[in-house]
């Protein structure tokens, strides 16, 4: 049994090493790491990533599949929970390090199956949500940066104390059930304050990015 860390690198400040460290604190022991770098996850579909479809070609029965979160795993509802059932139909158990959620196809219970499609089906809708929110609050920000152009030039005010994959952590976390800011705030490596700064002005956080051209 082998365990397969998969990471989506889509910017600069979201790297392999920061995806794996992660993974590991959370108490993965990683064997291998495949991943797409400079792939969107909000346009190319799961099996479309040249990596990612490699995925199923190594992995084998009993083998574990690690993700950040099962927005990884698709640019969308349908993509992310086709492709978890399609692994679990192999045989591999999806794990996230993010809410630590484990997905396979042992159980033949038809009552914990139905939770645990209804559980993957949340989680998928709610990767979806999370992406849309984010665009949208990545146009709002570049808006308000592009209308202040010249008071940003002058002065963008504080670099953020945050990155763009620290932000991206955060808001993936904050979407998932029963957020803990303390916990989100520890494993993302930012303050309780910055975390709840961000929580309750994403729009402001993304426009703080831009104005810095993070």
């Given at each position: 049994?082998?365990?397969?860390?998969?990471?989506?690198?889509?910017?600069?400040?979201?790297?392999?090493?920061?995806?794996?460290?992660?993974?590991?604190?959370?108490?993965?022991?990683?064997?291998?790491?495949?991943?797409?770098?400079?792939?969107?996850?909000?346009?190319?579909?799961?099996?479309?990533?040249?990596?990612?479809?490699?995925?199923?070609?190594?992995?084998?029965?009993?083998?574990?599949?690690?993700?950040?979160?099962?927005?990884?795993?698709?640019?969308?509802?349908d993509?992310?929970?086709?492709?978890?059932?399609a692994?679990?139909?192999?045989?591999?158990?999806?794990?996230?390090?993010?809410?630590?959620?484990?997905?396979?196809?042992?159980?033949?219970?038809?009552?914990?199956k139905?939770?645990?499609?209804?559980?993957?089906?949340?989680?998928?809708?709610?990767?979806?949500?999370?992406?849309?929110?984010t665009?949208?609050?990545?146009?709002?920000?570049?808006?308000?940066?592009?209308?202040?152009?010249?008071?940003?030039?002058?002065?963008?005010?504080?670099?953020?104390?945050?990155?763009?994959?620290?932000?991206?952590h955060?808001v993936?976390?904050?979407?998932?059930?029963?957020?803990?800011?303390?916990?989100?705030?520890?494993?993302?490596?930012?303050?309780?304050?910055?975390?709840?700064?961000?929580?309750?002005?994403?729009?402001?956080?993304?426009?703080a990015?831009?104005?810095?051209?993070?």
């Amino acid at each position: 049994m082998q365990a397969i860390l998969y990471a989506r690198v889509s910017t600069a400040d979201q790297t392999l090493a920061h995806q794996r460290t992660q993974a590991e604190k959370a108490g993965f022991i990683i064997d291998q790491v495949i991943a797409d770098e400079g792939v969107s996850g909000v346009s190319v579909p799961f099996a479309d990533r040249p990596q990612a479809s490699r995925l199923f070609d190594i992995l084998r029965a009993g083998d574990v599949l690690v993700c950040r979160w099962v927005d990884r795993l698709g640019r969308d509802y349908d993509d992310v929970k086709n492709t978890i059932n399609a692994l679990m139909n192999k045989g591999i158990v999806v794990k996230t390090v993010i809410n630590g959620f484990t997905f396979d196809g042992a159980t033949k219970d038809p009552i914990q199956k139905a939770v645990r499609d209804s559980l993957i089906a949340f989680m998928a809708a709610t990767a979806q949500a999370q992406a849309e929110a984010t665009k949208a609050a990545q146009r709002a920000g570049i808006d308000h940066a592009k209308a202040s152009a010249d008071a940003d030039t002058r002065y963008p005010g504080r670099k953020p104390s945050y990155s763009r994959s620290q932000l991206d952590h955060v808001v993936a976390a904050l979407a998932g059930p029963s957020p803990s800011v303390s916990t989100i705030a520890r494993d993302s490596g930012l303050t309780r304050q910055t975390v709840l700064r961000i929580r309750d002005d994403l729009a402001g956080a993304e426009a703080a990015l831009a104005r810095w051209g993070l």
